[in-house]
C-alpha cells in the first residue's frame, strides 16, 4: 500500500512536535528541517489542526504543538484520517466500481485481507512509540540543530 504525500508529511510533522517535546515551533522550522517546502505544509498543518493532534497558536508568543500527548495519538487512525481513500483498489468502493468480476472475484478479499493487516500493524503503534526508544536523541539531532537540518 503507498501513502499519500499528504500522509507522508502529516506523520513527519506530527514526529517533529512530539521530538519538540512541547516546545512551540513554526511551519518554516519543520520545513527547514526535512526540506520541504513551507507552502505544502499549511494544509498539512491546518489538517492536523482541525483533526486535533495540533493546537495552532497566532501571534508573538505563538507557535505549533502537538494538540493531544504522543501516547494518544495511534498511527493506524492518523494514517485513515489523512488519506483521501482506504480503497486499494477500485471494486472496494462501490460508487466507482466498473469491474465486471465483482461479486465473483477473489482478488479483492485478498487485498482487504491485507489492507486489514496493514491497518491493524499500524494500529499498535503511537506516535510516542515512533520516537521513542535509542535513537530518540539522534532524531533530535538531525530534525531540531540547525546546522544538522
Do not use: W
Not at 492536523?48 to 495540533?54: F, P, S
Not at 491485507?114 to 503503534?125: G, I, K
Request: hydrophobic share 40%.
Amino acid at each position: 500500500m503507498r501513502l499519500s504525500l499528504f500522509t507522508d508529511y502529516s506523520l513527519r510533522v506530527l514526529m517533529f512536535a512530539a521530538l519538540k517535546e512541547g516546545v512551540a515551533f513554526s511551519l518554516s522550522d519543520v520545513a527547514a528541517a526535512y526540506g520541504i517546502s513551507r507552502h505544502h505544509l499549511v494544509k498539512v498543518v491546518n489538517q492536523l489542526a482541525k483533526l486535533g493532534y495540533l493546537g495552532t497558536k497566532r501571534g508573538r508568543n505563538g507557535g505549533i504543538g502537538l494538540g493531544m500527548k504522543a501516547d494518544d495519538i495511534r498511527i493506524g487512525m492518523v494514517v485513515r484520517r489523512t488519506e483521501n481513500s482506504t480503497s486499494v483498489v477500485e471494486c472496494f468502493d462501490p460508487k466507482t466500481n466498473t469491474c465486471p468480476l465483482n461479486g465473483v472475484c477473489r482478488l479483492k478479499g485478498v487485498l482487504g485481507e491485507a489492507a486489514l493487516a496493514f491497518y491493524n500493524t499500524l494500529d499498535r503503534y503511537t506516535l510516542a512509540d515512533l520516537v521513542a526508544g535509542p535513537d530518540h536523541q539522534r532524531m533530535q539531532e538531525l530534525l531540531l540543530t540547525p546546522s544538522a537540518a
